[in-house]
């Protein structure tokens, strides 16, 4: 913990991510006393408040709360007004003062196009010398070419190993598990490639729609919400080489690999491999709901599902379809992964017996947390006439096996790593430009071809052309 940088600048303070999910992590780690004794927190934001008001405005988790423990966490924090004036940069400059040798971790939770003048800012401030480090959220631009200004912009002030892009789905512990998974165990990673498996799917559904967010989702829609970012990191952890070590360079050289090497999208084939969806009128969960265009109040071609067919161009995943879909409104809140073995190269049962299926997994991340394989074994019987073959399930439930031990927010553990200083969860430039480079020939294959939003009904997985998209491949979703 010697090394932890000790304060803590986040802009954005008054928002919803920083109340949601910053402040609530900051306090969890402060109770396990795994932020430096000496932390001090500025909330940075364009109201004009004292730190009373703004530490009045912050809610503390409930499962945790303790009154002493909660005083003495607020009385960390102090409030700093930033709006881009340069005399407001130099007052969080003096708030700062000598402590920033002992390391300033600055975390911008603002809309992606204060990024730019923040940084700006911070260095003609004198706040992005050596001793500060830079965390943002996505998104990162909204296209290849924004995105490299935006990193310009940021690379300017800021070398590249200060700069920690977050994808909260790498603080996720499931996500983290995918990595343990593979390259912990010798049983699967002899069959992990086109040789033992058929197909992949990464389904991240949600039921939530658009959550007052109109200004940010409109014009955005899921490919550039969703994809580019949280289910890219997932098929790369998924698809990529054991890396030399679990270090930041070694685990993101092999990420960025897999990323380059996905087939781009063109007019010709964009409609065979991707259908998009906007939802209508429908219940979630017994409540009826709003389609998008009323929650929005007009008419719009923003897309709010997704469903790809992906191909990783390189010798390990020649031929395996990695399907993948997202979406809102969908009938439950589940993020999982599945993969599909291939069957037997010759099944000996063909004659006597039946049942026989080809093995899969399923790695559930959100809500539950499990990973479930599904092996082959006898119905118990004389089997007279054959025998009756069943799937079976090996089921490593994580909550279960690691009962007893809170399930930590993912910011903890992202917000923990920005101050130690290392970047492995956090994404690397030239990872989110190879994204959006997939993701940009998609878009304008999308365009050129005219592929329209198809409407489904809030509370169903997608409009039917994503079931054909898999399912003329013999395969079909999970559910
Ligand atoms: C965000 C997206 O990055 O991730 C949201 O902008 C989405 O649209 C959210 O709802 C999903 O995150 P989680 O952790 O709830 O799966």
Redesign the pocket.
């Known amino acids: 913990m010697t090394d932890a940088y000790q304060t803590i600048i986040i802009f954005g303070a008054t928002g919803d991510l920083a109340h949601r999910m910053l402040f609530p992590s900051l306090y969890n780690l402060y109770l396990d006393r795994l932020l430096p004794s000496d932390v001090q927190i500025i909330a940075s934001g364009r109201s004009v408040m004292d730190d009373e008001a703004f530490r009045a405005s912050i809610e503390l988790p409930d499962d945790r709360y303790d009154a002493e423990e909660a005083a003495a966490f607020l009385t960390r924090i102090r409030y700093c007004p930033v709006s881009g004036e340069a005399a407001q940069f130099a007052a969080l400059r003096d708030m700062v003062g000598d402590r920033i040798d002992r390391g300033v971790a600055v975390y911008l939770s603002t809309p992606p196009s204060l990024f730019a003048p923040m940084v700006a800012g911070l260095g003609k401030a004198g706040l992005a010398g050596p001793t500060v480090r830079i965390a943002m959220e ?1 998104p990162i631009g909204h296209d290849l070419a924004s995105s490299r200004d935006v990193n310009d912009a940021v690379n300017a002030v800021f070398d590249e190993d200060r700069v920690f892009r977050v994808d ?2 790498l603080g ?1 512990e499931t996500v983290q598990n995918l990595l343990v998974l593979r390259f912990g165990n010798m049983l699967f990673e002899p069959l992990w490639s086109a040789r033992g498996i058929e197909h992949v799917q990464i389904t ?1 559904a ?1 039921t ?1 729609g658009l ?1 007052g ?1 109109v200004s940010y ?1 409109d014009g955005v829609g899921a490919l550039k ?2 994809v580019q ?2 289910m890219l990191q997932l098929l790369a952890l998924v698809a990529m080489e054991a890396p030399a070590s679990m270090t930041p360079a070694a685990v993101r050289d092999e990420k960025v690999k897999v990323i380059r090497s996905l087939r781009p999208m063109s007019p010709d084939t964009v409609e065979q491999l991707s259908v998009r969806g906007q939802y209508g009128a429908g219940a979630v969960g017994g409540e009826p709901v709003k389609g998008y265009a009323d929650e929005l109040g007009h008419r719009s071609d923003t897309e709010t599902f997704v469903a790809l067919k992906a191909h990783i161009d390189n010798w390990r995943w020649a031929g395996v379809p990695f399907y993948l879909r997202t979406g ?1 409104r969908m009938p439950e ?1 589940s ?1 999982e992964i599945l993969i599909q073995f291939r069957p037997v190269p010759h099944s000996i049962f063909a004659k006597k017996g039946k049942g026989l299926q080809p093995n899969t997994m399923l790695i559930r991340i ?1 809500p539950q947390e499990n990973i479930q394989l599904q092996v082959m074994a006898k119905q118990p019987g004389l089997d007279r006439h054959g025998l009756n073959l069943r799937e079976v399930a090996l089921d490593v439930s994580l909550s279960t096996e690691a009962a007893g031990q809170r399930r930590r927010i ?1 910011y903890e553990r992202l917000l923990l790593d920005l101050i130690e200083g290392d970047p492995t969860l956090f994404v690397r430039r030239d990872e989110v430009e190879a994204a959006w480079t997939w993701i940009d020939s998609i878009h304008q294959a999308w365009t050129q071809a005219n592929v329209p939003a198809r409407p489904y009904t809030a509370g169903t997985w997608g409009p039917s052309a994503a079931i054909a998209l898999i399912e003329r491949d013999g395969a079909s979703w999970h559910e």
């Open positions: 996505k909260h789905y996720k991240v949600e939530v959550e967010r989702y919400d969703m970012n949280h809102k809140r993020s959100q993912a």
